[in-house]
Each structure stands twice: as structure tokens, then as C-alpha cells.
């Protein structure tokens, strides 16, 4: 079992990393590669099918605050009216895509989470598109994301709840930019400084979703960070290190996650959800959700008089 990322810089020297992982991976649990590599291309598709929808639907989100961004951005794209290049402005659009289903309650692949489940599609199919990756690529790179988020689990909990979105976001990025770098060519160091690169400098991101859903600024964040993993990518490929190392990044990452109040910890109790906007917000949902129980009892009440009704009971 490859527990660190020491030990797994140590076992992927000279060696494709997939291919690491992937041994270590089938020992572990079990299954043979070829099993794990089908599960994986069958969350690809998941993964394009919800690109697919997301960027061309306009429908609000359960809580209205949210949806049609993708949709914004694609016809920005399309008219020529963005200044950044293709795969860019792509890993933007499908991070979105794929995050506007999330808040209408469609299905996606968690990766590592549902409030973080943009990241890596948005940045792993944008280059799979724009670069003419095989999708055999793309599901070996979502290899590498899995087995990068499977080792900083090993030393942190992956939730906002635990330790901030630098937890649940920046270890999206992480996963993401490691990815990224494998589907480029990269080195197993390199693969772990794109991780390193990308993780450390989302540390301290705090989780203030606006009423309490995964709305704001959820979505729009996974953009945001999509394309910083990206630049960790770049810079990993290009040469540029991490002075502190991965193993080390993460342990600052659960000392911080302690150190954060409880307010910016998804309880909605601080940051953004505590603006006067935000407020203003949380005080609609509320009044929308008392109103919704209140329809549901009422509705309840009617059907429970129409069935004594029906019986006969409570008369003379």
C-alpha cells in the first residue's frame, strides 16, 4: 500500500503513474485493472453527459440563486466574444456545466465531492476536446486525480464541514492539475508538483455557502479553480516546483482546517452567507421552505378528512 507521497514518488520513479497507481490500486481492493479502468470510463461518460446537459440548460437552481452560467459562457465562446484561449474558456464552461446540474439536482460524479464535482471534468475534458486526447488517456488521468485524492484522505477529511473548501475545492485542484499534467506527458514528480502547486496555494479557503446550499459561491468557485489548476499544471511541466512538499502541504492543510472558525466551515454562519445580501437570502429559503412544510400539512390534513369522509366517521 502506497501511503504517502514520498512513497509513491519513491514507487513511480521512471514509471508511468497510472500504471502505479493502478497496480497498487487492484492489490488493495481487489479488483483487476481492467475492472477499475471500465468504472472509470463509465464515469467519463457520466462526466460528458453532464457537460452536455449542463451547458445547455438554462433552468434556475433548487434555491433560485443560480443557473444558466455555462450556458452564459457557451454562447460568449460561440459568438467570439471571449479573450482567453479555447481550453481555457472550455475548462470554465464545463466546470460550470457540470455544477449547474449539481444545483438542479442532477447526476454527477462526486470527485472528490458534489460541492467540488466541477473541477476535475471541467479541466480533464477540456483538454481531452481541445487537444485531441483518446478518451484511453482521459481515463488513465482520472486514475492519477482518484489516486491523488485517495492519499490526501488517507491524512484529511475531504469536506467543508471538516476543514474549510480549501478541503473539498482545493483538493479538487489538486486532483485536477496532477491529471492534467499526466495527460501531458509528465513525470511522476511532475504529476506531484502540479498537485503540490495547485493544493498549497488554495490553502485557507473557506466554505460560507449562502444559505446553507451549494449554490454560492459553490459554482462559480469550481470555475475559478479549475483554471488555477491549469496553472499549476503549466508550471509543474515547465520546471517550476513546490519548495514545500505534497505530504507537508497537506498536513499545513489539516492544521488550518482546525484552525478555521466554525463559521467558515459550511454552517453558513460566516463569510458570504453572513453579508446583508446573504442574509436577505437565507431569511427567502427559509420563508420558502416554512411554506413548503406548511403546503405539505395542509395537504396532508385535507387528504386524511376526505378518507374519515369516505368511512363515514364523525357523523350522528
Not at 446583508?276 to 412544510?293: L, M, Q, S, V
Request: hydrophobic residues 45%; glycine residues 12%.
Amino acid at each position: 500500500m502506497i501511503a504517502s507521497f514520498n512513497e509513491l514518488l519513491a514507487a513511480g520513479e521512471g514509471r508511468d503513474l497510472a500504471q502505479v497507481l493502478l497496480d497498487a490500486d487492484a492489490e488493495e481492493s481487489g479488483f483487476t485493472q481492467q475492472q477499475i479502468l471500465d468504472a472509470l470510463a463509465k464515469r467519463r461518460e457520466v462526466m460528458w453527459e453532464c457537460v452536455r446537459r449542463g451547458k445547455l440548460n438554462a433552468g434556475l437552481s433548487m434555491g433560485k440563486l443560480v443557473g444558466g452560467e455555462a450556458l452564459t459562457m457557451a454562447a460568449a465562446f460561440d459568438a467570439g466574444k471571449t479573450f482567453l484561449d479555447p481550453l481555457t474558456v472550455k475548462t470554465m464552461i464545463y466546470s460550470l456545466a457540470v455544477m449547474d446540474e449539481n444545483s438542479r439536482m442532477g447526476v454527477i460524479v462526486a470527485a472528490p465531492t458534489a460541492g467540488a464535482g466541477g473541477v476535475v471534468p471541467g479541466m480533464l475534458l477540456a483538454l481531452e476536446e481541445e487537444r485531441n486526447v483518446a478518451p484511453e488517456k482521459t481515463i488513465r488521468g482520472l486514475v492519477v486525480a482518484g489516486g491523488v485524492g485517495s492519499l490526501v484522505s488517507l491524512k484529511a477529511n475531504i469536506s467543508g464541514a471538516a476543514g474549510g473548501c480549501q478541503n473539498e475545492v482545493g483538493v479538487a485542484t489538486a486532483m485536477g492539475a496532477a491529471a492534467i499534467a499526466y495527460m501531458k506527458g509528465g513525470t511522476t514528480r511532475e504529476c506531484v508538483q502540479a498537485g503540490a502547486l495547485a493544493l498549497k496555494n488554495v490553502l485557507g479557503l473557506v466554505c460560507d455557502p449562502v444559505g446553507g446550499l451549494v449554490e454560492v459561491p459553490c459554482v462559480k468557485r469550481n470555475s475559478f479553480y479549475a483554471v488555477h489548476g491549469l496553472t499549476a499544471a503549466q508550471l509543474a511541466l515547465a520546471g517550476v516546483q513546490s519548495i514545500i512538499p505534497m505530504d507537508e502541504i497537506i498536513d499545513a492543510m489539516v492544521r488550518i482546517g482546525r484552525a478555521l472558525p466554525r463559521g467558515l466551515k459550511e454552517t453558513a454562519e460566516g463569510g458570504l452567507a453572513m453579508t446583508p445580501t446573504g442574509c436577505a437570502i437565507a431569511e427567502r429559503i427559509k420563508g420558502e421552505a416554512n411554506d413548503r412544510r406548511q403546503a405539505a400539512a395542509d395537504e396532508r390534513e385535507r387528504v386524511a378528512a376526505e378518507r374519515k369522509a369516505e368511512r363515514g366517521e364523525g357523523k350522528d
